[in-house]
């Protein structure tokens, strides 16, 4: 099984540049999550999908829009890059919400210059 | 805000030696708390969880000790081994809620 797969791996934007981060799990779960990884914050929340329909903002929702395209499906976009959005974007998908794990893809590095 | 305080940032520890991180929560709705791995270029993965009814669980080399009174939780890896080098998460959620709170992060350097 290929998990959660996000493309594209690396990208280098620069300022006011636009573009989507796409997301796709097989495992046929439910919720689907965009967060952001920096370093000594951890990882935060962007948006997140609680099935498919559905979309609502995390904790760093600001300058990111999502569509959850299918069940499948769970895609991030910049509509203008700034160099504050310079991180590691993981995806990640649970079944239900009270099976509590979450399963990450390999991650997306965005450099925004 | 902070939810979820983690420390150390960075631990070195000996082959066969103990590692311990530290977390400590501020909700106390949360009532379920995940460690997660994470090697280099790769996403998080799940290593242990508890819930708050059981104040330690236990897999293999992997311990998490839970006092929910002070509302902290840990994470003990016995016998470490150069292949637990790697960045670990603690995380706290709310069972029905879709927003897991990290800590941090603390990067573990097991020295051969």
């Known amino acids: 099984n290929a998990g959660v797969t996000q493309t594209p791996k690396f990208q280098v934007l620069k300022t006011g540049q636009s573009m989507t981060l796409q997301c796709a799990q097989d495992?046929?779960?439910?919720?689907m999550y965009w967060y952001r990884q920096d370093p000594g914050m951890g990882l935060r929340l962007i948006y997140y999908?609680?099935?498919?329909?559905?979309?609502d903002k995390g904790e760093v929702p600001n300058g990111y829009n999502v569509s959850r395209l299918n069940k499948r499906e769970f895609s991030l976009r910049l509509e203008s890059a700034a160099p504050s959005q310079t991180s590691v974007y993981f995806c990640?998908?649970?079944?239900?919400?009270?099976?509590?794990?979450?399963?990450f893809g390999e991650g997306s590095r965005l450099t925004v210059l | 805000q902070q939810q979820v305080k983690q420390s150390p940032q960075s631990l070195i520890v000996q082959k066969g030696g103990i590692s311990i991180i530290n977390c400590a929560y501020e909700?106390?709705?949360?009532?379920?708390f995940p460690w997660y791995q994470q090697f280099p270029g790769k996403g998080p993965a799940l290593l242990i969880a508890?819930?708050?009814?059981?104040s330690e669980k236990k897999e293999g080399r992997f311990t998490i000790s839970f006092n929910k009174s002070a509302k902290q939780f840990s994470l003990h890896i016995m016998d470490s081994q150069p292949g637990d080098s790697a960045t670990y998460f603690c995380?706290?959620?709310?069972?029905?809620?879709?927003?897991?709170?990290f800590g941090a992060g603390t990067r573990l350097f097991v020295k051969a």
């Open positions: 495992m046929n779960h439910n919720s």
């Open positions: 995380a706290a959620s709310n069972t029905g809620g879709f927003k897991t709170i």
């Open positions: 508890i819930r708050p009814d059981v």
């Open positions: 909700n106390t709705a949360f009532d379920y």
């Open positions: 990640a998908s649970t079944r239900t919400p009270e099976t509590g794990e979450l399963f």
């Open positions: 999908s609680a099935s498919e329909g559905t979309t």
